[in-house]
């Protein structure tokens, strides 16, 4: 297992709550009952993990295996996401009663794989004939990013499945047509199927008006118009080091912290308007963003009152 792995176990482990920790590790099924009654669950959270990691290098965990153990934390943590709703539609005369589960995860995996050289895709079976999937995205010049997965629940009986993630919006084409392309070539379900962003209206969306928020702060914000062209916007930070914690070498420093943030983009206004409506930041945006266009700059500099 090399340190790539190793940091992802690291990291997926931290985040499991201690309360939680020997419950989801059962469920992952990854790690024997005599390897896990080994380890002192009473200590250190830093050095459980440690523990723990150890362990999984011992028994040669892979890439998978580190992501199907973040797939047991997403299950548990479900409801502290948000969650699309999409409706997929069938060609009259479709036939759902027939579906090989394996061969829908080695197709759906071969299909991804083939229109986008940097991903990793994990399976996960789960009650109900649902299927979890997490798609770690790349690009075809960068690797796959562990740390901002999509999730997609897919139950194979119904025209549902259920997304969650900010990064899937920009790949969702792409997931449509892995599914579309799946189900045309597939012997057992001689139909064709396209994701319907149009849901249907007897599903609740539970994010709509937390959607049409965003959407109206962002309209009030930047208008509806097309925003001017600006290559940049640069900010120098001149100020005391704060803190809520007392002490510490920072908050004894007289001198204040300098640094320079540099924002760069072929239409930095029009990305920075998208930002919330795709779910990559909150809204409203800073001020110190969302001030560009009435001060008429792109050069600030940051200072205590």
Same mark, same amino acid.
């Given at each position: 297992? #090399?340190?790539?792995?190793?940091?992802?176990?690291?990291?997926?482990?931290?985040?499991?709550?201690?309360?939680?920790? @020997? /419950?989801?590790?059962?469920?992952?099924?990854?790690?024997?009952?005599?390897? $896990?009654?080994?380890?002192?669950?009473?200590?250190?959270?830093?050095?459980?993990?440690? #523990?723990?990691?150890?362990?999984?290098?011992?028994?040669?965990?892979?890439?998978?295996? !580190?992501?199907?153990?973040?797939?047991?934390? /997403?299950?548990?943590? &479900?409801?502290?996401?948000?969650? #699309?709703?999409?409706? @997929?539609?069938?060609?009259?005369?479709?036939?759902?009663?027939?579906?090989?589960?394996?061969?829908?995860?080695?197709?759906?995996?071969?299909?991804?794989?083939?229109?986008?050289?940097?991903?990793?895709?994990?399976?996960?079976?789960? =009650?109900?004939? !649902?299927?979890? *999937?997490? *798609? %770690?995205?790349?690009?075809?010049?960068?690797?796959?990013?562990?740390?901002?997965? !999509?999730?997609?629940?897919?139950?194979?009986?119904?025209?549902?499945?259920? /997304?969650?993630?900010?990064?899937?919006?920009?790949?969702?084409?792409?997931?449509?047509?892995?599914? =579309?392309?799946?189900?045309?070539? /597939?012997?057992?379900?001689? &139909?064709?199927?396209?994701?319907?962003?149009? @849901? #249907?209206?007897?599903?609740?969306?539970?994010?709509?008006? =937390?959607? =049409?928020?965003?959407?109206?702060?962002?309209?009030?914000?930047?208008?509806?118009?097309?925003?001017?062209?600006?290559?940049? %916007?640069?900010?120098?930070?001149?100020?005391?080091?704060?803190?809520?914690?007392?002490?510490?070498?920072? %908050?004894?420093?007289?001198?204040?912290?300098?640094?320079?943030?540099?924002?760069?983009?072929?239409?930095?206004?029009?990305?920075?308007?998208? $930002?919330?409506?795709?779910? *990559? %930041?909150?809204?409203?945006?800073?001020?110190?963003?969302?001030? *560009?266009?009435?001060?008429?700059?792109?050069?600030?500099?940051?200072?205590?009152?």
């Amino acid at each position: 297992m #090399d340190e790539t792995v190793a940091e992802f176990f690291r990291r997926t482990i931290l985040k499991i709550p201690m309360t939680e920790m @020997m /419950t989801i590790l059962k469920a992952w099924n990854f790690l024997s009952e005599n390897q $896990l009654q080994t380890v002192n669950f009473r200590q250190r959270k830093e050095s459980l993990v440690q #523990d723990l990691v150890l362990l999984c290098q011992e028994k040669h965990a892979s890439l998978n295996d !580190a992501a199907l153990l973040d797939i047991v934390y /997403t299950q548990f943590h &479900r409801h502290q996401k948000v969650w #699309d709703v999409f409706q @997929m539609s069938k060609g009259a005369g479709g036939d759902t009663d027939l579906f090989d589960m394996e061969q829908f995860k080695n197709s759906f995996k071969k299909i991804l794989q083939r229109a986008l050289k940097n991903v990793t895709v994990s399976f996960r079976d789960a =009650e109900e004939n !649902a299927v979890w *999937i997490r *798609i %770690a995205w790349g690009t075809q010049y960068r690797k796959p990013n562990q740390y901002k997965p !999509a999730y997609v629940v897919y139950y194979s009986q119904t025209p549902y499945a259920f /997304t969650s993630s900010s990064q899937l919006k920009s790949n969702l084409p792409l997931l449509a047509q892995t599914f =579309e392309t799946h189900n045309s070539t /597939t012997p057992l379900q001689e &139909r064709s199927l396209g994701l319907d962003i149009n @849901m #249907d209206s007897r599903i609740i969306h539970e994010n709509k008006i =937390e959607k =049409e928020r965003v959407q109206r702060v962002t309209q009030e914000i930047f208008g509806d118009y097309p925003q001017p062209r600006l290559e940049f %916007a640069q900010y120098k930070l001149e100020t005391k080091f704060k803190s809520d914690l007392n002490g510490g070498i920072l %908050a004894d420093r007289e001198e204040p912290l300098r640094c320079l943030v540099k924002f760069s983009s072929p239409h930095l206004l029009e990305a920075l308007k998208s $930002l919330a409506p795709a779910g *990559i %930041a909150d809204a409203p945006l800073s001020p110190l963003l969302t001030c *560009i266009p009435n001060k008429g700059m792109n050069y600030f500099k940051i200072r205590d009152k």
